[in-house]
């Protein structure tokens, strides 16, 4: 039996979900029980980033202890298991001793490229990284143009990043580490070419507020939490104790796929590739980055008040119509907006008036016909079996390259020719479409 690893990246606890994370989190969902259906063997995981400064900060803001922040977060994002209807396996908190063990590992492993030397420069706490002049759009962080930029000068711990150019660009531009869509290959492709520095790993204690995982052998240095947060996807499969787990479903697996956004594709597609390679582990085969949820045209921030939770949508409209909703109207490979005038559009053309009408119809002609026996080779014109078919292969080729959108138009195309068939067939004996 084929082995499939799909993955979300793991949100920061500094505040609860929203609905850019629920994408992320039903299209994995939406692959892990595609692929269960085909028969093979699925570990789908998700979690929580604990140990980010930001999550210090958001807890002080708020008048609490950082733990007792990331614990009640940490919830809200386990909660959305049942809220969205999810499949995950697992769920993996990076404060928890296996993740910490794991780690403290991973580093280790890694340590024939690691050295430490004094840095300045100036650091994005939205991003938790360094940023290099390059990085910059008009003197700010692309991501969190609104945050000030911090100057940094203090003696970190390196990972020699650039010693893997080479290697890095050879894999993305040959597909071995497949990144989709193209424009996210041709994006990392193009950060790799521009020259690789190397970039610190760990944060002196002090900036850090004693938060987060020690440098093994090393009470002054917290591990910086890109390279902490990363290795939840081996952490989570018991890396520490070298498990069966995870020899099976990462050494040795057949399919292991990031499902990401746009903003923290470089981690996942240089960084992580990177450590892995210095660590002796195989690398991921499949990098999915998806675009991001916006409300009302604008991008969701905390600041604009413009925050909308899946609890929220679910509560007024149910699960399936929220899935179905983030699924159909947001593109797999590009931005998408959310509104609730839109999402109201969707649901009655789609979902009531198409779906709905069908059902309605085909329920009619039963009630009408009463007990029937009906075989679908013998009774269905050819042509329409045809149809059926071409579909299908449509809908397989397009789930499979992750364009889940048009996945849903395919299987819309069903519901059209339904309608169709039914009104070619039945005319006289059931109502006509409202």
Not at 95 to 105: D, L, N, S, W, Y
Not at 238 to 261: E, L, R, T, V
Request: hydrophobic share 35%; with cysteine; charged share 30%.
């Amino acid at each position: 039996m084929k082995t499939v690893f799909i993955s979300t990246a793991i949100p920061y606890t500094n505040s609860v979900p929203h609905l850019g994370f629920a994408l992320e989190i039903v299209q994995a969902d939406v692959l892990a029980r595609y692929y269960r259906i085909k028969g093979e063997d699925v570990f789908f995981l998700t979690g929580t980033d604990e140990n980010a400064l930001k999550n210090v900060i958001a807890a002080r803001e708020l008048g609490m202890e950082t733990k007792d922040l990331v614990d009640k977060n940490a919830a809200e994002f386990r909660e959305l298991k049942e809220i969205l209807n999810l499949s995950w396996s697992d769920f993996i908190r990076t404060t928890e001793q296996r993740h910490r063990e794991g780690v403290e590992k991973f580093w280790l492993a890694a340590g024939r490229d690691i050295y430490k030397k004094k840095y300045k420069g100036l650091y994005c706490i939205g991003c938790e990284e360094f940023k290099t002049a390059k990085d910059l759009v008009n003197g700010c962080c692309p991501e969190h143009s609104t945050t000030k930029l911090e100057k940094v000068e203090e003696e970190n711990y390196f990972f020699r990043l650039s010693k893997y150019q080479e290697q890095l660009e050879g894999l993305i531009k040959s597909d071995t580490l497949k990144i989709i869509p193209e424009v996210r290959k041709n994006e990392a492709l193009s950060f790799v070419r521009q020259g690789l520095e190397d970039f610190s790993i760990s944060r002196s204690r002090k900036r850090a507020q004693g938060w987060g995982i020690q440098v093994p052998g090393d009470d002054d240095q917290v591990i910086y939490v890109w390279l902490d947060a990363l290795t939840n996807y081996i952490t989570a499969l018991g890396y520490a104790d070298s498990s069966a787990k995870f020899k099976k479903y990462w050494q040795d697996g057949n399919f292991i796929m990031h499902m990401i956004g746009k903003g923290v594709n470089r981690f996942h597609s240089v960084y992580w590739p990177a450590m892995l390679l210095s660590a002796g582990i195989r690398l991921p085969g499949h990098i999915f980055v998806h675009g991001y949820v916006t409300i009302n045209g604008q991008k969701i921030s905390k600041s604009l008040g413009n925050v909308v939770s899946p609890d929220e949508v679910v509560s007024k409209y149910g699960i399936d119509p929220v899935r179905y909703y983030l699924l159909r109207e947001i593109p797999s490979y590009e931005d998408g907006d959310f509104s609730y005038k839109k999402f109201e559009e969707r649901y009655n053309g789609d979902l009531a008036n198409g779906l709905g009408n069908l059902v309605a119809r085909v329920a009619a002609l039963g009630e009408k016909l009463g007990p029937i026996s009906f075989n679908f080779e013998k009774d269905v014109d050819k042509n329409i079996r045809v149809s059926c078919e071409a579909v299908f292969g449509d809908y397989v080729r397009h789930i499979e390259e992750f364009r889940l959108n048009e996945t849903l138009i395919d299987v819309w195309k069903l519901v059209s020719l339904a309608d169709k068939y039914i009104n070619k067939k039945n005319r006289g004996r059931l109502p006509e479409k409202t």
